[in-house]
């Protein structure tokens, strides 16, 4: 947005700074500072007010004239001009030698076609005043002859180009500006003069140039005002008008256009003037546009607008694309002798819609979009009134249109002292803080205990809690006031945190092992976590509110799916190593919420397409399940092999052949692991078994300390063997058996006997066993510490063991 210094000056009178000083207080306060551009006239030496006194054809050259100028020394000066839009007793600037223009361009007597000229007239754009370079800058005042053109003209202006956060509406304007410069230099404010009182107008009585406003959707737009102005005459604005838009960039239109661009710049309330005659049926109606209605806006462009687009139409057509742009059927023209004032509060986000939908940005709907102060538009209005009677003329009706309401609940913020001077690590007294606060519009009382009440006003929507009390306390005591201290904070080396440690731990395990590592985004499709054919959205707690891309609306559950697309993009591209890991993040929804993990992946293709000189023991279940084991184990977790339960209907896991293991709910990981469904593989372009798993740890788990390990010396004295086989039902599981057997092994250890393993060595189903049943051998292995163990000890102690399987569990011991 680009800033007068000369504007500003309107409300700061007392500010006395420099450019420099004024652009660091603007990035202090918030706001970067893009560019300053110096505009106007500068001082300039040699450069008068010129009368022409003759014009006469170059006698050597068609475009050229050759004049006489009196420049007020008292002998006219020849010129040679090449411009066409002036004539004899213009007044005009005019370049003596000596004269240096802006640019570096040096003026001397010198011949022009053999004619001599002593000096120039200038255009605008070589005085440096603008861009108009179209011909001669007629100086219509006609100030006094030879007077210098400095003080013809105002001083020159600095325009800073300020970048304003989106946060920040209530910057997109001069006052804006000020108060917040007037707030930081501790300086009083002026304010715009507004001359017509609320008091003197009147709802429902008096005349008016419409006879309704109506608003069909209050959701679309909250007010709607309309004012009546009778009796304008369309003319050119006067000059300090003029200057005021042009500095900014802007294109004088005729007076009353050009008011509402001013009110919008000064205090950031978009603004538009009808031309009542040209409102059908005197009615204004606010609604949503018809499906293909069509508008021509102020630019010439025939625009489609569809019922998501909201305008502000007549008794028959949309006349304005609300928010964003007028059309030609209304506009105020030469012609116009009656005006609608229109000042309106729309719903932001259907501005923003609208203006990025017809691909249409605007002054208006750039302030719309982000908010604009409800409070201030009928303030506003009213100023745009006092300047169109007081440039065009005519009569303010009483009637006024008010449809709507933009009164707003305040917001009020309740904060101590205390408060922001701890989270500053600094402050002043009470005082100094207070003042800070006021300084910035808000009501700031006393509520006793050392606690304030802040009361925010409209302008400010973003002020919503304690803490941006705090930064807007810092901003305006200045952080170049910050005392200096020195820096304490605990840190710690990279290399000494935990989940680093583990990574690297990960790395080095699998590295060591051929595993190659590769890396994956986080967010995956849809489709990659259904089978073909699924509607139902398997993870809709993963699902982004608006993802970028259809490749990634999910955050990932597993890092599988994306194992498997590079390792068939690897295979593609002739890499037939097969073996891969990776670390990365999952995610996963446990109680209702949503939780970020630490995932470690592996995926091993059991049949590699390259050829080996020794045929190697192929991958199975539980070579996968071992490297698991040791992961966990670096993580300092243990899961036992009962946690393990076969999964079915997996996306991507073969049936009878994939397991899944812990719950995050009760334990602190999740493990998924087996062989890969071999349609899922297939569809892939991958022939041969993939073995694969996924980890999902919880990080608070690498947080704790690790357990210190203890170790105990073995004994020297042979051990002895016991085998013990017993009927199970063929659902049980092998690790629920070995873990009951495993309970009733440890009831009997003591400090003369212990029951070092129970390993499972055999499973038979068959003959001598009923339908549903199946055998399951296991082999005990007892030990002493400090003596060799006799065969009644042994034989003791396993006796016991049966008669507690056999009283304890369903199982049934086979003789």
């Not at 698991?628 to 049936?655: E, I, K």
């Not at 042994?794 to 049966?802: G, K, L, M, S």
Request: contains cysteine.
């Amino acid at each position: 947005m680009l800033i007068s210094l000369d504007w500003i000056k309107n409300y700061l009178p007392e500010l006395r700074k420099s450019a420099e000083e004024i652009e660091e207080a603007l990035t202090l306060i918030g706001f970067e500072v893009e560019g300053i551009e110096r505009r106007g006239l500068v001082p300039l030496q040699h450069v008068v007010v010129g009368e022409v006194l003759e014009k006469a054809q170059h006698p050597n050259a068609d475009r050229l004239s050759l004049c006489k100028v009196n420049v007020g020394t008292g002998t006219p000066a020849q010129i040679v001009c090449g411009a066409r839009n002036f004539k004899v007793g213009d007044r005009v600037p005019v370049a003596l030698p000596g004269a240096e223009l802006p640019g570096g361009f040096v003026i001397k007597k010198t011949k022009l076609r053999d004619v001599d000229s002593e000096g120039m007239m200038c255009s605008a754009r070589e005085l440096g005043m603008g861009e108009d370079h179209s011909g001669l800058l007629i100086l219509e005042q006609r100030p006094e002859i030879g007077t210098p053109v400095n003080e013809v003209f105002p001083e020159a202006d600095t325009v800073f180009d300020v970048e304003v956060t989106p946060n920040r509406p209530d910057c997109l304007s001069h006052v804006g500006m000020a108060r917040e410069l007037a707030a930081f230099f501790g300086l009083e404010r002026v304010r715009p003069v507004i001359r017509t009182a609320e008091e003197s107008l009147s709802v429902s009585e008096g005349e008016a140039l419409v006879d309704a406003v109506e608003i069909e959707d209050a959701a679309t737009c909250k007010y709607y005002s309309a004012y009546s102005i009778r009796g304008v005459k369309i003319a050119e604005s006067p000059d300090w008008l003029k200057q005021r838009l042009e500095t900014i960039g802007l294109r004088p239109i005729n007076n009353v256009v050009d008011v509402t661009n001013f009110v919008l710049h000064e205090m950031g309330q978009p603004l538009h003037a009808f031309d009542a005659g040209k409102i059908r049926g005197r009615r204004i109606i606010v609604r949503a546009a018809r499906e293909g209605e069509k508008i021509t806006t102020l630019d010439e462009k025939a625009r489609v607008l569809q019922p998501q687009h909201c305008v502000i139409a007549d008794a028959d057509r949309a006349m304005v694309i609300a928010g964003v742009m007028g059309s030609v059927d209304a506009e105020v023209d030469n012609a116009t002798t009656d005006v609608v004032l229109e000042a309106a509060w729309f719903h932001a986000p259907l501005i923003r819609k609208t203006s990025r939908g017809l691909i249409l940005s605007t002054d208006s709907s750039y302030r719309f979009e982000r908010g604009i102060d409800p409070a201030g538009v009928d303030v506003a209005a009213r100023r745009a009134v006092d300047l169109i009677l007081e440039l065009a003329g005519g009569t303010l009706c009483k009637r006024v249109f008010h449809e709507g309401s933009c009164a707003i609940e305040p917001t009020v913020i309740n904060v101590r002292p205390d408060f922001i001077r701890e989270r500053c690590g600094f402050g002043p007294d009470d005082a100094g803080v207070k003042r800070c606060l006021e300084a910035l519009e808000l009501e700031v009382s006393e509520q006793g205990s050392g606690s304030w009440q802040a009361k925010v006003p409209a302008f400010r929507q973003d002020l919503t809690r304690p803490i941006d009390l705090v930064e807007e306390f810092l901003r305006i005591h200045g952080t170049v006031k910050i005392p200096e201290c020195a820096v304490e904070n605990r840190a710690m080396l990279r290399s000494h945190a935990r989940e680093y440690t583990f990574r690297r731990e990960v790395t080095a395990y699998f590295r060591s092992r051929g595993f190659s590592e590769l890396y994956n985004y986080t967010l995956v499709s849809a489709d990659s976590l259904k089978r073909p054919g699924d509607v139902e959205d398997p993870y809709p707690s993963l699902r982004l509110q608006n993802p970028i891309s259809a490749d990634g609306t999910h955050l990932r559950p597993s890092l599988i799916p994306g194992m498997v697309e590079v390792l068939r993009n690897n295979r593609s591209d002739g890499d037939a190593s097969g073996c891969y890991f990776e670390w990365g993040r999952v995610y996963a929804e446990v109680g209702g919420q949503l939780v970020e993990c630490i995932g470690v992946g592996l995926a091993v293709l059991d049949q590699p397409d390259r050829k080996n000189w020794l045929a190697r023991q192929g991958v199975d279940f539980f070579t996968v399940k071992g490297m698991v084991a040791d992961v966990l184990r670096l993580a300092g977790v243990t899961l036992p092999d009962a946690q393990y339960r076969l999964l079915n209907g997996c996306v991507y896991g073969q049936n009878g052949h994939f397991a899944v293991g812990g719950d995050l709910r009760k334990s602190p990981c999740r493990v998924e692991l087996g062989m890969l469904d071999l349609k899922y593989t297939q569809r892939a372009d991958i022939n041969g078994r993939v073995y694969a798993a996924s980890i999902a740890i919880l990080p608070q788990i690498l947080e704790k300390a690790p357990k210190a390990v203890r170790y105990a010396s073995f004994s020297h004295f042979p051990p002895s063997y016991k085998d013990l086989a017993l009927v199970v039902d063929a659902a049980t599981s092998a690790a629920e058996v070995q873990r009951s057997l495993a309970d009733a092994a440890k009831a009997v250890s003591g400090a003369d006997i212990q029951v070092e393993s129970v390993r499972l060595f055999d499973v038979y189903q068959g003959k001598g066993l009923d339908d549903g049943q199946k055998s399951l051998a296991f082999s005990l292995t007892f030990r002493a510490q400090n003596e060799t163990l006799t065969d009644a000890r042994v034989n003791q102690a396993f006796e016991t063991i049966q008669q507690t399987i056999e009283k304890r569990t369903p199982f049934r011991v086979r003789r």
